[in-house]
């Protein structure tokens, strides 16, 4: 029965987690997008591999949206983690210690 309960509680901080995610990665586009109009003028590329956009736009949406969706998302899971931690008492499955400790890791191969 635990192991029901340790994989019911798996699944919803995955869902969890992942609404976190997408909601956090929508309002961060938005808030680019609206950025972006201010301070170029223009509307952001719609395609970025689109030739008409020129190499220097693209560069940067693709450098600038990348950078702050993915912060966005990162953000919004770890807050999904601190709250299953806070209501179960314990970390998901998914993410327990996974050997970060600077004493533990393997030396660097020259």
Avoid: C
């Avoid at 992942?18 to 609206?34: E, F, H, Q, R, T």
């Avoid at 533990?104 to 020259?110: I, N």
Wanted: hydrophobic share 45%; charged share 20%.
């Amino acid at each position: 029965m635990a192991s029901s309960t340790a994989d019911s509680s798996s699944k919803f901080y995955s869902a969890f987690s992942l609404v976190a995610a997408i909601g956090a990665a929508a309002v961060a586009k938005k808030g680019l997008n609206s950025s972006w109009r201010a301070a170029t003028g223009k509307n952001p590329p719609a395609n970025p591999a689109d030739p008409d956009v020129s190499i220097g736009e693209a560069v940067m949406w693709a450098a600038v949206s990348g950078t702050l969706i993915g912060v966005a998302r990162m953000l919004a899971t770890r807050r999904a983690a601190h709250y299953y931690a806070k209501s179960t008492g314990h970390l998901p499955p998914q993410l327990k210690k996974d050997g970060q400790d600077a004493d533990k890791a393997p030396a660097a191969e020259s």
